[in-house]
């Protein structure tokens, strides 16, 4: 081992780094070029992504993490009453008209933006629902019975116990697409002791400048809490995110976003020894199964395609013998989904499915209302059986994978090897049906009818900070929902009663 190491000072196109233990990525003549003394390059040792991190970009998160660690320090000292204030404080700032007037004025700038650029808005706009989601999941936080230093387990002994307690991890580090819902709930970590350095998608990076100048930092200032409670990494650069995630002093990484850019994140994460948990590709499996009712399925189809997120129906499969009953069932639920929207339901068809969608809609050409426009696109096509993995990101123009299969068993096994593994239902009144389903689907969530149950705040009551799916593996110790709640670790405290204890 060498005695001193040397500061890369530059690169040079067709310089080979060393990846995987036996595998070299080749440095291009753009990275070379812009690459400045400073600078560092994160390499993904899975893939052999080159991540390059300006100085300036990793200073600006480096200073955010010092102020979020020091803040951490001064939270154990800050009472539970005051972290409820702080709560009620954005909740109030967040409902006020006046105080959000500049935070609405600042996210429609950013939808303006984002639409003339051609991006995705479904999730961008800061509509009235979402609003008062946040307001609510705020005050849902405010009135969080207190855990940060709960009593878990105690075992008592001759002369001293031994308590089991609840303790904040520390610094939580969250990288997120352009969703100004997210931005609240992921304070949600404060209740429980933690502080939280954010970094949004450059989308809706306007907006959360509002929201931090107009409620959070007030909030957090009338609560008498330290202002680096939660921290803004005020950068468009996805750089700032590597720069985040390879931050050692973080205790948690949770990132939101796309599945290649989610897998990435934490890549560099896990590469610094930082614990992540990652919600990338998502996209709902319903499955019909033998003792399916028509009625059912519609109605579990039609209510699992109001809107795209990860929850959102994106495969549905039907057993061979009722697909003559079934699939038309689900071709009327996917069209009144569309008509719901003012647009038709693009079908994806695997050859299997192919006898049972009218073969007019192979050759028709509709309009499908995408972020870049509207486009004219085949209604129905052809994909391979691998392409049931594809997570159909639809804005306007609901979209849907088609498959019949054998039996439910040749629908979970399908599942289990090319989805991301997020949501299955299987829609059927046979309870024996539905407990096999149960033990052989290799999913955090499962249902028996529609999907967009699958949310922190819908289903327990609690703002969430992200899903995890289990495409990379089971998750340790936890569900998939991650909450303000879960972000803890436990310490192990002797209280002694007599003096002479010995071993």
């Known amino acids: 081992m060498p005695d001193v190491t040397h500061r890369l000072e530059r690169l040079e196109a067709g310089q080979q780094v060393l990846f995987g233990g036996n595998q070299v990525a080749t440095v291009g003549p753009e990275l070379a070029a812009a690459f400045a003394p400073g600078d560092r390059i994160v390499v993904v040792q899975a893939t052999g992504d080159l991540l390059?991190?300006?100085?300036?970009?990793?200073?600006?998160?480096?200073?955010?993490?010092?102020?979020?660690?020091?803040?951490?320090?001064?939270?154990?000292?800050?009472?539970?009453?005051?972290?409820?204030?702080?709560f009620e404080e954005f909740a109030a700032r967040l409902a006020s008209d006046a105080t959000c007037a500049p935070i609405l004025a600042a996210n429609e700038a950013d939808v303006t933006d984002a639409r003339g650029r051609g991006r995705s808005t479904t999730r961008l706009v800061l509509s009235p629902k979402m609003r008062a989601d946040m307001v609510?999941?705020?005050?849902?936080?405010?009135?969080?019975p207190v855990s940060r230093d709960a009593l878990?387990?105690?075992?008592?002994?001759?002369?001293?116990?031994?308590?089991?307690?609840?303790?904040?991890?520390g610094v939580i580090g969250f990288v997120f697409e352009g969703r100004p819902n997210v931005f609240a709930d992921a304070t949600g970590v404060l209740r429980t002791g933690n502080t939280v350095v954010f970094r949004i998608g450059s989308d809706a990076l306007g907006t959360a400048r509002a929201i931090v100048e107009h409620a959070l930092a007030p909030a957090l200032a009338a609560a008498g809490l330290p202002a680096g409670a939660a921290v803004l990494v005020d950068s468009p650069s996805r750089a700032s995110g590597w720069a985040l995630f390879d931050q050692k002093r973080l205790s948690l990484a949770v990132a939101r976003g796309s599945g290649h850019a989610v897998g990435q994140l934490g890549a560099v994460a896990r590469q610094a020894g930082v614990p992540v948990s990652l919600h990338g590709t998502g996209g709902a499996w319903i499955v019909a199964g033998e003792g399916s009712n028509s009625e059912d399925l519609y109605q579990s189809v039609y209510?699992?395609?109001?809107?795209?997120?990860?929850?959102?129906?994106?495969?549905?499969?039907?057993?061979?013998?009722?697909?003559?009953?079934?699939?038309?069932?689900?071709?009327?639920?996917?069209?009144?989904?569309?008509?719901?929207?003012?647009?038709?339901?693009?079908?994806?068809?695997?050859?299997?499915?192919?006898?049972?969608?009218?073969?007019?809609?192979?050759?028709?050409?509709?309009?499908?209302?995408?972020?870049e426009g509207t486009v004219m696109e085949p209604h129905a096509q052809r994909i391979a059986i691998e392409q049931l993995g594809t997570e159909w990101e639809w804005e306007e123009t609901p979209e849907i994978s088609l498959c019949v299969v054998d039996d439910v068993d040749q629908a979970?096994?399908?599942?289990?090897?090319?989805?991301?593994?997020?949501?299955?239902?299987?829609?059927?009144?046979?309870?024996?049906?539905?407990?096999?389903?149960?033990?052989?689907?290799?999913?955090?969530?499962?249902?028996?009818?529609f999907t967009r149950w699958v949310d922190g705040q819908f289903a327990l009551d609690k703002p969430e900070l992200g899903l995890s799916n289990w495409e990379n593996g089971r998750l340790f110790a936890r569900s998939g929902v991650l909450g303000g709640d879960s972000a803890f670790t436990l310490r192990i405290r002797a209280v002694q009663n007599r003096p002479d204890v010995h071993r």
Not at 54 to 77: I, K, M, S, T
Not at 136 to 144: H, I, K, P, S
Request: glycine letters at 4%.
């Open 52 to 86: 390059h991190i300006p100085d300036a970009e990793y200073v600006r998160v480096e200073q955010a993490v010092d102020r979020a660690h020091g803040a951490f320090a001064e939270l154990g000292g800050a009472s539970d009453a005051a972290i409820s204030t702080f």
């Open 136 to 144: 609510a999941g705020l005050r849902t936080w405010r009135d969080f």
């Open 152 to 169: 878990v387990d105690a075992v008592q002994h001759d002369g001293w116990t031994a308590e089991v307690r609840r303790a904040p991890l």
């Open 303 to 371: 209510h699992s395609l109001d809107r795209k997120v990860c929850n959102t129906a994106n495969v549905i499969c039907v057993p061979r013998s009722q697909a003559p009953t079934l699939m038309p069932q689900v071709l009327l639920a996917a069209a009144a989904a569309g008509d719901r929207r003012n647009t038709v339901a693009k079908l994806h068809v695997t050859d299997s499915a192919v006898p049972f969608v009218e073969e007019s809609l192979f050759s028709a050409a509709v309009e499908i209302r995408r972020a």
């Open 412 to 449: 979970v096994q399908l599942f289990n090897t090319y989805s991301p593994r997020l949501v299955a239902s299987l829609v059927s009144r046979d309870a024996s049906e539905q407990e096999r389903f149960w033990s052989t689907i290799d999913s955090p969530f499962v249902g028996n009818g």
